[in-house]
């Protein structure tokens, strides 16, 4: 299953390649802080450091290496708390093979979402110690620089994996707690300057005119909307295509449906924890997230990236609870490799490519 998982990779990545004009992702990397503060251009900014003038290229090949990172780190992030032993290969082959991540990763490559991603498995492997809530914050609010609905979108799942690491082994003195709310405080305050105040202070022909001068390729007028929309007007169309898009809410549901093997351990790690206080704090936690993610689709339609970093969020939430006590048995393995459904659901998980970025498949 693994290995057709890896198989399909290279296949969706000549696909965008040959099949796909990334206009979208081509476009965030030009845009810079050149005329002030404004959402979305942090990533170009960077890239402007290196390079005056950027080329298509560039989005697949900072893809592919943003792509590498991910997957280096969840594997190292999986054997560290799950460990490669032959009972936890077909958890892994689940989650690593699931067309909710790094095949959607791929497929989506050259979009910001894989970045909230790998702040959260860093957040899984880093040291802990007195700057890790600051190290994770920081690492927050470039997520919000680079968009901001990563406020929804992966922080709290980082927040979960924050409090897992730092707070439920070390306590909550006043001075932790005044730490947290401190950086979590600095965190809103720049999501909510990236949401109601990061419009482009330009006319769009002045923006296009720029970002043209930065590009090797002409670039669309019409892509402006995503730094001169406000958060009302995203709203409103979203809503507008709402009866369309909801048609395919089932197609989510039976894709989730896929990985109730995975959805049977998680519960049961939930059930087996020493601490009630720990139980509680990973069902707020999933609650928060799920809400979080609710809000998201009320506001952008990208459905299918949506649904698929939701997935990912639960697969590194579980994670992280696995590092909380526990008086689940080691030697059961997470999921049965040795039945016919669990072998029937892995391998359609294994099989299908991705889900998509605003529509399934």
């Known amino acids: 299953m693994v290995i057709v998982s890896v198989a399909i990779i290279p296949a969706l990545f000549l696909y965008k390649f040959y099949f796909h004009s990334p206009e979208l992702e081509y476009a965030h990397l030009l845009v810079t802080y050149h005329f ?9 900014t960077v890239v402007s450091l290196f390079a005056s003038k950027v080329s298509v290229a560039y989005v697949y090949i900072i893809g592919v290496l943003v ?11 999986f054997k560290r708390i799950f460990g490669f032993s032959e009972k936890n290969l077909p958890l892994f082959a689940f989650v690593a093979g699931s067309p909710f991540f790094f095949k959607n990763f791929m497929y989506s490559i050259g979009y910001f979402d894989i970045y909230g991603c790998i702040v959260a498995l860093a957040a899984l492997l880093l040291p802990v110690g007195a700057f890790y809530p600051l190290l994770l914050a920081s690492g927050c609010v470039v997520l919000v620089l680079i968009h901001p609905i990563h406020f929804l979108l992966y922080c709290p799942t980082i927040a979960f994996i924050l409090f897992v690491r730092y707070y ?4 909550f003195s006043p001075l932790r707690i005044g730490y947290g709310l401190i950086l979590a405080t600095v965190v809103l305050m720049v999501f909510l300057a990236s949401t109601f105040f990061g419009q482009m202070p330009v ?5 296009l005119a720029y970002v043209q001068g930065r590009a090797t390729v002409p670039i669309d007028l019409s ?12 709203i409103t169309y979203t809503w507008r295509m709402m009866g369309s898009n909801a048609l395919r809410f089932p197609v989510y549901a039976i894709l989730i449906a896929l990985h109730l093997p995975v959805a049977r351990y998680f519960k049961s790690l939930i059930q087996s924890l020493a601490e009630p206080l720990h139980k509680l704090v990973v ?7 799920c809400a979080g993610y609710i809000v998201i689709c009320m506001v952008v339609f990208d459905y299918s990236r ?10 590194l939430v579980m994670l992280a609870t696995r590092l909380l006590p526990s008086t689940l048995e080691d030697t059961a393995p997470p ?8 072998r029937r659901l892995g391998w359609l998980i294994a099989v299908l490519p991705r889900v998509g970025v605003t529509k399934p498949f």
Do not use: H
């Not at 006319?203 to 923006?207: A, I, K, L, Q, R």
């Not at 892509?223 to 995203?234: F, K, V």
């Open 223 to 234: 892509l402006n909307y995503m730094w001169y929309s406000t958060i009302t007007e995203e």
């Open 306 to 315: 949506w649904v698929s970093n939701w997935a990912v969020c639960m697969f």
């Open 335 to 342: 999921v049965a490799a040795d039945t016919k459904q669990n």
């Open 67 to 77: 792509w590498l990172v991910a997957v280096l780190l969840f594997i190292y992030a």
């Open 36 to 44: 002030g503060f404004a959402k979305r251009a942090l990533i170009g």
């Open 168 to 171: 439920c082994p070390l306590g």
């Open 203 to 207: 006319p769009p022909e002045t923006w």
């Open 283 to 289: 069902v707020v936690a999933v609650s928060t997230i």
